[in-house]
Nanobody, 122 residues
Framework: QAQLVESGGGLVQTGGSLRLSCAAS????????MGWFRQAPGKAREFVAA????????YYSDSVTGRFTISIDNARNTMRLQMNSLKPEDTAVYYC???????????????WGRGTQVTVSS
């Protein structure tokens, strides 16, 4: 059964770092594009970063470019998001997602995790 499970969220001060992980079960997502979205209270869910299955291509929103790094470990079926220089504006629930195409994962992914809370204090 397809499943995505996020972990690694928490509370951090401005300028700190967190590493999020997304574990994919089974082989359902082999050759899928993977990505991260976030949603702050009262705001729409927004794209954060994406990566191709082989890790050859990565994509980032302008708001996180230079601060966040997405990676994938195919052997462990795990995707990670290293977040550095965190700002209060980064506070949100972060969701991992999967899609058969990179275009799909950047717009309307068909598979979602349940989310993990990231809170950045001033």
């Amino acid at each position: 059964q397809a499943q995505l499970v996020e972990s690694g969220g928490g509370l951090v001060q401005t300028g700190g770092s967190l590493r999020l992980s997304c574990a994919a079960s089974g082989r359902t997502f082999n050759n899928y594009a993977m990505g991260w979205f976030r949603q702050a209270p009262g705001k729409a869910r927004e794209f954060v970063a994406a990566i191709t299955w082989n890790g050859g291509s990565t994509y980032y929103s302008d708001s996180v470019t230079g601060r966040f790094t997405i990676s994938i470990d195919n052997a462990r079926n795990t995707m990670r998001l290293q977040m550095n220089s965190l700002k209060p504006e980064d506070t949100a629930v972060y969701y991992c997602a999967a899609s058969p195409s990179i275009a799909g994962v950047r717009t309307t992914p068909g598979y979602w995790g349940r989310g993990t809370q990231v809170t950045v204090s001033s």
